[in-house]
């Protein structure tokens, strides 16, 4: 016991250095385009901003800043339901040059930040694609957040798996269900105070502000304004539920009711936030999620249960109401496995992500954590629940060590599925159907897409479209159908979430209006933004912009 104790206390602060390390949560939601475009010269002022993301977003802030970094619009901004955020403004702009500052919040509670300028009879002073660089330096935010959202998790779990247990295990018995439920009471109350504590604590995170703004209201409002407000109010009102059943007696028919009542509504406030809850499709992730945590809220709940049996029971009575337990966790566990299979499968489509993402390599972790649960599970099952009877108090005490390991083993399990928060899951990396206005062609030898700027229209050939060496085609046109011959032309990949350097590789043209890049090595599978810049002549620079999806080696 105490040496299994030092490996998971060894563990756990292997993964607090990996959030240390980590810093801020990842942005998964990504700008795709704005009304005007980024770095672009108007004539006249707009009638408002327009960001359009990948998915729908809740706007936190969007703000348009003058040349002296003074904002110029007041509206709040409001969603579409179109993935759009806009900000009408409520007077034209003189002219001059403009940045729009925007911070708003994925569907799994997740911040996506950035800016893009524009001028009004001017040009600003900045290039495309240039984004505020990073902070630098130890998210405290981002670690405080985890660990409460561990504590979170562990205490909801007890204290609704706990009452599950007076439900299907000890029912008919006054006097240790009158002991639990002291003790489940506290578990419930503190649940509740680290959902109310994970509120602003996202909120801080959303605004992207240090702790000490927890303290003031901006960090509440925004935390209740995202997926984690809704999240906290759904499990409150379980774990109210939950309490309320606990002030009855166990074997009560609606002591029970509520019971139950409370652990389906406490688990299903996991199904509302988070990497797993929001994979597509939602129709099976949520349920997946839901089903997950119910089968481990019994297991988890289970533990203090059974040492306080262990404990005060006779040891007749302790090895049957075990036994009870342990019939009924096989099914449990059996169903916990295949729902979360069913959402690892969601979240990494290819097996290569296990060890290629960070996401994967924290998954991989807690599968070994999880095979260390098993085990124990294994052992008190086969060997330390039969032996109660005939082992008497030695017996018992070898089997509480044992569940108290337990207990150690999947508080370092909740603490890996919390560091999931910081790592984007690598089905974001697949490339999401195209948008309205592009025309796009999936060839076997690669990909093709269709991109009209104004009056130009660019089709690119991406040959094999696969990790590895790429050519890149571009044939530019005119309206008419004659071709376009730039003076010059760049052509920029790039990859959410930083996982891969940008690549910008010159094209040179082959014939008129057809210019290529040969050997462009593209490093990972996945979605990649590509621009393309073609300059011509007196006519000015035309940007492409696009999505490609590249799939992995051969």
């Not at 998210?139 to 959202?149: K, P």
């Not at 649940?191 to 604590?201: K, Y």
């Not at 502000?209 to 209201?217: E, Q, R, V």
Request: charged fraction near 15%; include cysteine.
């Amino acid at each position: 016991m105490q040496s299994l104790s030092r490996i998971a206390w060894a563990v756990t602060l292997g993964i607090l250095l990996l959030v240390w390390t980590e810093g801020e949560a990842c942005a998964h939601a990504f700008l795709r385009d704005t009304v005007p475009e980024d770095s672009s010269r108007l004539e006249a002022s707009p009638p408002d901003i327009q960001l359009r993301f990948n998915e729908p977003v809740t706007p936190i802030t969007v703000q348009v800043l003058d040349s002296a970094g003074q904002p110029v619009a007041e509206n709040r901004p409001v969603s579409g339901p179109d993935d759009t955020v806009r900000l009408p403004l409520p007077h034209p702009l003189p002219n001059g040059t403009y940045t729009v500052s925007y911070r708003v919040t994925s569907a799994d509670g997740h911040p996506a930040v950035g800016s893009i300028a524009f001028g009004v009879g001017a040009a600003p002073n900045r290039t495309a694609g240039d984004t505020p660089a990073a902070p630098e330096g130890v998210d405290a935010a981002a670690v405080v957040t985890v660990v409460a959202r561990a504590l979170h998790y562990g205490f909801l779990l007890a204290g609704l798996g706990g009452g599950l247990f007076l439900v299907l295990v000890s029912g008919h018995h006054p006097a240790l269900n009158e002991k639990l439920r002291y003790e489940l009471c506290w578990l419930l109350l503190v649940a509740s105070l680290t959902a109310i504590l994970l509120v602003g604590l996202n909120g801080v995170i959303l605004n992207g502000n240090d702790l000490t703004t927890l303290a003031f209201s901006s960090a509440w409002d925004t935390g209740m304004a995202s997926t984690a407000g809704i999240s906290a109010v759904i499990a409150t009102v379980g774990l109210l539920i939950s309490a309320t059943g606990l002030t009855l007696e166990a074997d009560h028919g609606v002591a029970q009711a509520l019971l139950v009542l409370g652990a389906l509504l406490g688990t299903a406030s996991l199904a509302v936030t988070g990497h797993a809850a929001t994979a597509p499709p939602r129709w099976l992730s949520a349920p997946l999620v839901v089903l997950h945590g119910l089968m481990a809220a019994y297991w988890v709940g289970s533990f203090w249960p059974l040492i306080m049996t262990l404990r005060t029971e006779p040891i007749g009575e302790a090895a049957r109401l075990t036994r009870r337990f342990s019939r009924l966790a096989i099914g449990g566990v059996a169903l916990l496995i295949a729902a979360g299979a069913g959402l690892t499968v969601l979240q990494m489509p290819t097996p290569t992500a296990v060890l290629t993402t960070s996401y994967g390599q924290t998954w991989l972790c807690k599968m070994l954590a999880v095979g260390g649960l098993l085990a124990l599970a294994a052992l008190n099952r086969v060997r330390l629940t039969p032996a109660l009877e005939e082992g008497g108090a030695a017996a018992a005490r070898a089997l509480r060590r044992s569940i108290g390991a337990e207990v150690v083993v999947a508080a370092v399990v909740l603490l890996i599925t919390s560091a999931f928060a910081l790592s984007p899951p690598p089905r974001t990396s697949v490339a999401p159907e195209p948008v309205a206005e592009e025309e796009e062609v999936v060839q076997d030898a690669g990909y093709a897409t269709s991109v009209t700027q104004g009056d130009r229209t660019a089709l690119i050939e991406v040959i094999p479209a696969r990790a590895g060496n790429n050519r890149v085609n571009v044939h530019l046109s005119l309206p008419d159908g004659r071709p376009l011959v730039p003076t010059e032309a760049t052509l920029e990949l790039s990859m959410p979430g930083g996982e891969a350097a940008p690549l910008l590789r010159p094209l040179s043209s082959t014939t008129a209006g057809v210019l290529s890049a040969d050997n462009v090595a593209i490093p990972v599978a996945g979605r990649w933004f590509l621009r393309l810049e073609a300059q011509a002549g007196d006519t000015g620079t035309t940007e492409f912009r696009t999505e490609v999806p590249i799939g992995p080696a051969d």
